[in-house]
């Protein structure tokens, strides 16, 4: 009887050692499932959980890599386990993706699954090895199984998936062994992927300027986007190379603009709009002035034709959609210190300071106007439109620049900004830096 109760008591003290390390919690998982199994990571390595529904696709990747992700700001790649594992998988266009974002020896993978449990907390001591009854997936990728509540888990190795030992690399150079599959770095150098990665970076970037300045890109001003890109990069990664406010996109969009906007032209740059110009003109000049807001840029563009062609008849349209602006500018007087030397000689004082003479004067006319309505307008010799299009919607873009080739007379001269250009056989460019320039062809 003694050695009954012996036992019984041996037994009791087993069972509360088992109930003490299943208390004992020094090991968390998150918990998922793949095909009707249930597995688990270690919490350790699990950034974050996502949804998400567009990847960039990666030319010439695995089949189990669905392409990159924008994760606010880093472009990581997106491996799907359920094709990583040839394990069975039900697709459906137009659903959001469920996605573990594991953290890898200072890498970044998102892993799509079919669901995300829970977090399961558990002792270390009562994960058993694993074993080839779990054969669906390659037993080298599986750190051991666990029993919790009733629920049998499979901890994946997650290390072991996404890195590669010497003896891995060698024998996948190679015709790989069933069940393996070599998952690549994101910092491995495939050309494709890091065009991806960049056009991914730049969609994001072009949204964030429409959004927040209006800044439409277009074959107007995508070499521009592209070079100013490269140079945003510069010291940048992650997050911050994104666009995340209105201060940042004006950051972006600083070497954008033509010089000299919204002041008068300077001495340099008028020169270089002097040489543009033909040396000969027609006794009438018609010139288009888009976007002319106060008037500095009209004002400055008056005393350059009014120096180049004195005997000509020259008749402005200056429009803008800021009435205040544009209501302003007829009447406004300056300090002869901030007037440039080229337009002193059309200057008159007056009891409140400078103004432009009478000539100069008449020679504009200043109206509020909505450029993308109807334009009604003579053929015109010039149209000065400088970093005007890239902030109207691509439609609007292209059905400007339709109505600037009705308009323009042959060999007439349209102004651009200094970073958009014109395509097209009609168009041949007369640019002289800092002058976006072309020459119509009817």
């Known amino acids: 009887m003694a050695a009954v109760i012996k036992d019984l008591a041996q037994v009791n003290a087993e069972l509360q050692q088992q109930k003490e390390r299943v208390d004992n919690v020094n090991f968390k998982m998150v918990t998922f499932s793949l095909s009707g199994k249930d597995y688990g990571v270690d ?21 189990y890599v669905r392409g990159v992700y924008n994760l606010r700001g880093d472009i990581i790649p997106i491996i799907d386990l359920r094709q990583f594992f040839h394990l ?12 573990l974002i594991l953290h890898i020896n200072d890498q970044v993978y998102g892993t799509i699954v079919d669901k995300i449990d829970k977090v399961v907390g558990i002792n270390k001591e009562t994960i058993q090895p694993p074993h080839p009854i779990f054969g669906d997936i390659n037993i080298k990728y599986i750190s051991g199984v666990v029993e919790k509540s009733g629920d049998l888990y499979i901890i ?25 599959f070599y998952v690549p770095p994101p910092s491995a150098d495939t050309a494709a992927a890091q065009r991806a990665a960049a056009d991914t970076a730049i969609g994001f970037i072009q949204e964030s300027l429409s959004a927040l300045r209006r800044f439409v890109v277009t074959g107007l001003n995508a070499k521009w986007l592209q070079k100013r890109f490269g140079e945003w990069g510069i010291g940048r990664s992650g997050e911050a190379l994104q666009i995340r406010s209105a201060s940042e996109a004006d950051e972006f969009l600083d070497t954008f603009y033509s010089p000299n906007s919204g002041v008068f ?12 110009l033909p040396e000969n003109s027609p006794a009438n000049l018609n010139v288009w002035n888009i976007g002319c807001g106060k008037g500095y840029e009209t004002y400055s563009f008056a005393c350059i034709l009014k120096s180049k062609y004195p005997g000509a008849r020259i008749k402005i349209w200056a429009n803008d959609n800021d009435i205040m602006a544009v209501s302003a500018a ?18 008159v004082r007056g009891q409140s300071g400078y103004s432009f003479d009478q000539t100069i004067k008449d020679s504009i006319v200043f109206e509020f106007h909505d450029v993308s309505h109807e334009n009604p307008l003579p053929d015109l010799d010039i149209i000065l439109v400088r970093d005007v299009l890239s902030f109207l919607p691509e439609s609007d873009q292209a059905k400007m620049i339709t109505d600037f080739s009705e308009k323009l007379k042959d060999r007439g001269i349209i102004i651009m900004g200094r970073n958009e250009e014109l395509n097209g056989v009609i168009w041949q460019s007369i640019a ?9 062809s009817s």
């Open 330 to 347: 007829p009447n406004m007087v300056f300090d002869m210190e901030e007037v440039p030397d080229f337009c002193r000689a059309y200057m």
């Open 432 to 440: 002289d830096d800092p002058v976006s320039a072309y020459m119509h």
């Open 265 to 276: 032209w300077s001495e340099a740059y008028a020169h270089s709009i002097m040489k543009l």
């Open 88 to 99: 069975p998988m039900d697709h459906k266009k137009d659903n959001l993706e469920n996605m």
């Open 43 to 63: 919490i350790m390595n699990v950034k974050e959980i996502a949804k998400a529904d567009k990847f960039t696709y990666v030319p010439n990747a695995a089949s």
């Open 156 to 180: 994946l190795d997650v290390i072991r998936i996404f890195t590669v030992s010497d003896d891995d690399k060698k024998s996948r150079s190679g015709v790989a062994e069933a069940g393996e």
